[in-house]
């Protein structure tokens, strides 16, 4: 059916043709509007909809929006159970699908290359703090639905709390995902400050070897009179072997200092 039999009001029909309209649920006098956004792979894409269902007395409607009419499913909550279980399990399976991409990410992290670690690891830390977001928003939505009916006679409690739990159970599953990017993160952090450091320790020793060997060519480079060895036939052959000598000292110095120090 293209309209509702019965009467709605237009800002709410706004809200049912928004599709980025968040989860929400609204009691009016003759009918209430649940509106479940969810996350769910499309293909390799993570696509995010708003599933907009309209309570009238026994009756619920589903609005889909490909053929921008109103379906109708039927009397009593099964048919609203069956419609909001079906896209709860596309968001299990999309979870489940990230949890393997996160895997992915890790392998990554370990290979000999590590040149798309960071760029796959925010891609996957963004999309995964909005599907952690959503299914929060999500779960109190329904609350607040289960809340207002769980008192009407023919009202599925059993099949509706499976809802819930599955609902929640998407929430830890997304929580436990942001866990092990963090901690993927911070394994990555650690292997950079151990490369870090690395790097600075054979600086200072080079720096520590070259900087005593500088002093001694700045010093015999003054442009100035009565240096050591200005006359002595072999005076450049006789500093460049206590340069030698002295950076072979520096280089056992260094040594022992690093090796007493670990």
Not at 68 to 77: C, E, P, R
Not at 86 to 105: N, R, V
Not at 121 to 140: D, G, N, P, Y
Not at 143 to 149: G, N, P, R
Request: proline share 3%.
């Amino acid at each position: 059916m293209t309209q509702l039999p019965f009467f709605i009001h237009d800002l709410h029909l706004e809200d049912i043709h928004n599709p980025e309209h968040p989860s929400t649920f609204m009691l009016e006098e003759n009918y209430s509007l649940l509106i479940l956004r969810l996350a769910f792979f499309r293909g390799d894409t993570l696509e995010v909809a708003s599933f907009p269902f309209v309570i009238h007395d026994e009756n619920s409607y589903f609005y889909e929006r490909e053929t921008k009419t109103f379906k109708d499913l039927g009397s009593g909550f099964h048919g609203l159970y069956k419609a909001i279980d079906h896209a709860i399990d596309g968001a299990i399976q999309m979870l489940l699908l990230y949890h393997e991409k996160i895997d992915q990410c890790e392998e990554t992290l370990y290979a000999p290359s590590k040149k798309d670690f960071l760029k796959e690891w925010h891609v996957q830390k963004k999309e995964m703090i909005r599907i952690h977001r959503l299914k929060i928003k999500a779960v109190s939505t329904l609350f607040e639905f289960l809340e207002l009916y769980k008192k009407e006679k023919e009202f599925l409690h059993n099949e509706f709390d499976d809802v819930i739990e599955h609902l929640e159970r998407c929430e830890r599953s997304a929580q436990s995902a942001l866990l092990k990017l963090d901690q993927i993160y911070n394994f990555y952090s650690v292997q950079t400050s151990e490369k870090i450091n690395k790097s600075i320790f054979y600086l200072t020793i080079i720096s520590a070897i070259f900087l005593p060997l500088n002093l001694v060519v700045g010093f015999f480079g003054m442009n100035t009179g009565g240096l050591p060895f200005e006359k002595h036939p072999h005076g450049t052959f006789a500093v460049m072997g206590g340069m030698f000598v002295l950076m072979l000292f520096l280089i056992l110095v260094v040594l022992l200092y690093f090796k007493k120090k670990r």
